[in-house]
Structures are given as C-alpha cells and as structure tokens.
C-alpha cells in the first residue's frame, strides 16, 4: 500500500469521525439528553414524594435539586447540582456555591444553549414580568422576570435583607466552538424565602465557571479512545478469521458503542460548558 493511500484513507477515516462527531452534537446529544432528563426526573418526583430532597449541605455533583419550569418558553427542566460540562450535558445546572432556588440570596443557574438539548436557549426571548417556577425540597417557588442583560451590561441593585434572586446564564451567539457573549436573565422572588441549611461549598472548581471546559473527563475520554482502537483492530481481526456477516453482527454494536462513548466525553472535554 503506498503512503499516498495510507494517508487518503486516514483523511477519509478523520473526516467520518468528525462528520460523526458533528452529528452527534446536534442529533443525538438531544435524544441522550430527553432520555438523561427522564431519568433526572422519576429521580426528583421519588426525592419530592418523601421530602428527601436536599436542600442544603454538601450535594453530590449531578444529584437532582429542583424543578425549573417557564411557562412562556413551554420549559420544564430538572435542574442538578454542579455546573460541569458532565452535568449540564445531563441538564440545567445550580452553582454549587450559590443558595438554593427559594433561599435568602443570589441562586444561579447554567444551561446549555446549542447541544444537549439547549435548554436555556430560549431564555433572552424572556420579557420583564414573565414568571419563573422552582420546585425544591422546601416548596413552589415563583420568580418574576426582572431584566435580560449581556455581558458588561449594569449588574441589578443588591437584594433586600432576606430577598431571593435567580439568575439564568447561558450563551448567545457565535457557533459550537465558542459563543460570542454569556447571557443572563435576572429574577426576583414573590413571596418569602424559605431558611437556607449551612454547610454550602465556598469555592468551585475552574471547570464550573461559565464558557469553561470540563477538563475532568479528559482522561475518560483517553480511555475511550483506547477502546475505541482495540473495537476497530477487533472488527478488522474478525473479518479475516470469521467472514463478512458475522463480523458485523457482533462488531458494529461494539464500535458503534465506543464510538458514543467516544463523542460524549469529547463533547464535554472540549466545548464550553453553556454551548
């Protein structure tokens, strides 16, 4: 085989995989996200139904929190703890060192806004006035929309003693390798705040700031990288030792696997986590 066909088929090989890759984002990450967003669900009606959902402390990374509904954008989502590419690509996602939706002070939320679903993709078409529904362990929490802002734009005056905000953050703008600003949408609560728990985090890891990558799942994506290579070697040591119909049965569901696998940990390695 001469090099100049080595390197037409590896060209050919890349460009798969990134048309592959490319589909994934905007096809199929939406499809693992409704089925993610399933199980979040049955997960946090369960916690609701036995008044067992946390509300303060120290909570797991991807641990259901609350319910987030806009009736104006038709949204209803499952809000998890930590703001992670890994656990925004499962949904919208509370900052770790922010109080709980219906708690005293400033709760901030992320969401995706091109793959994974885009749940926040919607959220600059917002309007002053629009309300904004929190369901927690603690109760029915409902937000008034106060303002849609960018970045630079002036920050909403300090809360009242005992006053709850909730801010929605995303992305606007630009494409899947980088957006061109961050989004935020500022809410007030009506009503009273329900007492906040101690024992909240204070400090959150760099891959939890907005636009950042979640640089964690780099060595998950290593390794499934590797069994990515050892699939296709498999495929291809099959294909001479049993024939054409038999490889395929048995190795195109494991490559196809690895292959997912693959995207996933790439998708969130790689891009900012509100994309």
């Given at each position: 085989m001469?090099?100049?066909?080595?390197?037409?088929?590896?060209?050919?090989?890349?460009?798969?995989?990134?048309?592959?890759?490319?589909?994934?984002?905007?096809?199929?990450?939406?499809?693992?996200?409704?089925?993610?967003?399933?199980?979040?669900?049955?997960?946090?009606?369960?916690?609701?139904a036995?008044?067992?959902?946390?509300?303060?402390?120290?909570?797991?990374p991807?641990?259901?929190?609350?319910l987030?509904?806009?009736?104006?954008?038709?949204?209803?989502?499952?809000?998890?703890?930590?703001?992670a590419?890994?656990?925004?690509?499962?949904?919208?996602?509370?900052?770790?060192?922010?109080?709980?939706?219906?708690?005293?002070?400033?709760?901030?939320?992320?969401?995706?806004?091109?793959?994974f679903?885009?749940?926040?993709k919607?959220?600059?078409?917002?309007?002053?006035?629009?309300?904004?529904?929190?369901?927690?362990?603690?109760?029915?929490?409902?937000?008034?929309?106060?303002?849609?802002?960018?970045?630079?734009?002036?920050?909403?005056?300090?809360?009242?003693?005992?006053?709850?905000?909730?801010?929605?953050?995303?992305?606007?703008?630009?494409?899947?390798?980088?957006?061109?600003?961050?989004?935020?949408?500022?809410?007030t609560?009506?009503?009273?705040?329900?007492?906040?728990?101690?024992?909240?985090?204070?400090?959150?890891?760099?891959?939890?700031?907005?636009?950042?990558?979640?640089?964690?799942?780099?060595?998950?994506?290593?390794?499934?990288?590797?069994?990515?290579?050892?699939?296709?070697g498999?495929?291809?040591?099959?294909?001479?030792?049993?024939?054409?119909?038999?490889?395929?049965?048995?190795?195109?569901?494991?490559?196809?696997?690895?292959?997912?696998?693959?995207?996933?940990?790439?998708?969130?390695?790689?891009?900012?986590?509100?994309v």
């Open positions: 001469t090099k100049s066909r080595v390197f037409t088929q590896a060209l050919l090989v890349l460009s798969v995989l990134a048309l592959g890759f490319a589909g994934y984002l905007l096809v199929l990450s939406p499809i693992q996200q409704d089925r993610s967003q399933t199980v979040l669900y049955a997960q946090a009606r369960q916690t609701l036995e008044i067992s959902m946390p509300t303060g402390g120290k909570i797991d991807g641990t259901p929190v609350a987030l509904e806009i009736p104006g954008l038709q949204l209803s989502q499952v809000v998890v703890e930590g703001t590419g890994s656990q925004l690509a499962e949904g919208p996602g509370h900052r770790r060192t922010s109080p709980l939706p219906g708690q005293p002070g400033t709760s901030v939320l992320l969401g995706r806004a091109q793959t679903g885009a749940p926040f919607e959220i600059g078409k917002l309007q002053p006035g629009d309300e904004v529904t929190a369901t927690t362990g603690q109760g029915k929490f409902t937000y008034r929309v106060d303002s849609v802002r960018r970045e630079g734009d002036p920050i909403p005056p300090a809360l009242a003693r005992g006053g709850s905000r909730m801010v929605l953050v995303s992305a606007e703008g630009g494409d899947l390798t980088g957006p061109e600003r961050t989004l935020f949408v500022d809410t609560l009506i009503g009273e705040a329900s007492a906040a728990p101690g024992g909240r985090p204070r400090t959150q890891l760099p891959e939890e700031e907005a636009l950042s990558r979640d640089t964690g799942v780099l060595i998950e994506l290593v390794l499934w990288l590797q069994v990515l290579v050892l699939a296709v498999f495929f291809a040591w099959a294909r001479i030792r049993w024939g054409r119909w038999e490889t395929w049965l048995v190795g195109v569901p494991i490559v196809v696997a690895a292959t997912w696998q693959v995207y996933h940990a790439g998708a969130v390695a790689l891009l900012p986590n509100l």
